[in-house]
């Protein structure tokens, strides 16, 4: 990797990575507390700058994971999706896999993609899905009196 002021890369990434995904992982449990969409643009951002941070270093898991965040902290922000505590718990999930790619050492990444490969894998297929909606029942007709 290039070395930029004596950081490569792969720390720069760990840095931004780092910094990103605790701010998604407060973030989430706030929205969570208050269904506030203005809560949410923040944390479309984070996901973005840990998907550009990924990119950049050829860190094709985190750009797969945090793309799948960012679409769906996209679709919530545009009122496309609701905020539920299912798909909160989703994306807490995500956020905790890019923490703990974060604390991983460019010697270490090929040992992490093959221990949680499955994990990202499974998530970003959840997150694709979309919610199912809310399923309204009409109300039962009033029985009538025979006449």
Not at 30 to 40: D, M, R, W
Not at 63 to 74: M, P, T, Y
Not at 79 to 100: C, K, M, P, T, V
């Amino acid at each position: 990797m290039s070395d930029l002021g004596g950081f490569s890369l792969h720390e720069l990434f760990r840095g931004e990575a780092e910094t990103h995904a605790a701010a998604l992982s407060e973030g989430l449990v706030k929205l969570e507390g208050t269904s506030n969409p203005a809560i949410v643009e923040p944390l479309m951002r984070a996901a973005h700058s840990i998907k550009g941070a990924a990119r950049v270093i050829g860190l094709d898991i985190a750009v797969r994971l945090a793309h799948g965040l960012e679409d769906v902290l996209v679709a919530m922000q545009k009122g496309r999706e609701a905020i539920s505590s299912a798909r909160i718990d989703q994306l807490l999930r995500g956020a905790d896999l890019l923490a703990s790619l974060a604390r991983v050492s460019e010697a270490e990444v090929a040992q992490w993609t093959a221990t949680n490969s499955s994990a990202v894998d499974q998530l970003a297929a959840e997150l694709m899905v979309p919610p199912p909606a809310a399923v309204q029942i009409a109300p039962a007709a009033a029985p009538t009196a025979p006449t």
